[in-house]
Structures are given as structure tokens and as C-alpha cells.
Nanobody
Framework: QVQLVESGGGLVQAGGSLRLSCAAS????????LAWFRQAPGKEREFVAG????????WYADSVKGRFTISRDNTKNTVDLQMNSLKPEATAVYYC?????????????????WGQGTQVIVSS
């Protein structure tokens, strides 16, 4: 099993920045792909950004390209999401997810492990 714990959420004004972090533990050797998703009230969980655990290849949702950056530190078993120029529509619970295969998946159903989420609120 793999455990994922997110941190770094909070309240920020529009145009501001936040950095989320996800710490992985357990059978981390089984992780090949990690991603961040978010879910706003009344909406489905949506893909934000993904990264391959070993190669560091990244991909992003169109809505966050150029403003969000995903990165990983294999020595610390962490994956971060730097969010800049935040907009009110970014308000959501942000989840870290991991999967046991290598693929640029953007569907939540393809991920095997999930964190508990961290709340991000962007005020206008």
C-alpha cells in the first residue's frame, strides 16, 4: 500500500500563490505516476497536473498551463504543486493521487491511491 498526505492548502487572494505538497510513504517503489486533481463543490473531480515518478515528465490541464508547476523529489518522496496567478475558480479540495503504471492519465478512475485532500480557497 501507498499512503499520500497533502499539505499547504489555505486561503489566498486572487492573483496570489500557494504551494501544495504531497508526501508519499509505504510501498513507494510501486509508484510510477503521480498527479494532482481538484474537486469544487458540486463538480466532478478534475485533473490538474501529472508527473512521472522517475523521469519527471509533466503534463497539465489547459486551464492551469503556464501558471501551475508540478515537481517531485524522489529523495524525499514528495510531489509539489506550485500554483501562481490563482483565480477564484481554482477554489477546490486538491487531491494527490498515484498509480502503479506509467501513463499520462488524466482520468481519476485510473489512479490507485489517493490522499485525503487539502482545501484551497481563492478570494476575489
Amino acid at each position: 500500500q501507498v499512503q499520500l498526505v497533502e499539505s499547504g492548502g489555505g486561503l489566498v487572494q486572487a492573483g496570489g500563490s500557494l504551494r501544495l505538497s504531497c508526501a508519499a510513504s509505504g510501498r513507494t517503489y510501486s509508484i510510477y505516476t503521480l498527479a494532482w486533481f481538484r474537486q469544487a463543490p458540486g463538480k466532478e473531480r478534475e485533473f490538474v497536473a501529472g508527473i512521472t515518478w522517475r523521469g519527471g515528465i509533466t503534463w497539465y490541464a489547459d486551464s492551469v498551463k503556464g501558471r501551475f508547476t508540478i515537481s517531485r523529489d524522489n529523495t524525499k518522496n514528495t510531489v509539489d504543486l506550485q500554483m501562481n496567478s490563482l483565480k477564484p475558480e481554482a477554489t477546490a479540495v486538491y487531491y494527490c493521487a498515484a498509480k502503479r503504471t506509467l501513463a499520462r492519465d488524466t482520468s481519476a478512475s485510473q489512479y490507485d491511491y489517493w490522499g485525503q485532500g487539502t482545501q484551497v480557497i481563492v478570494s476575489s
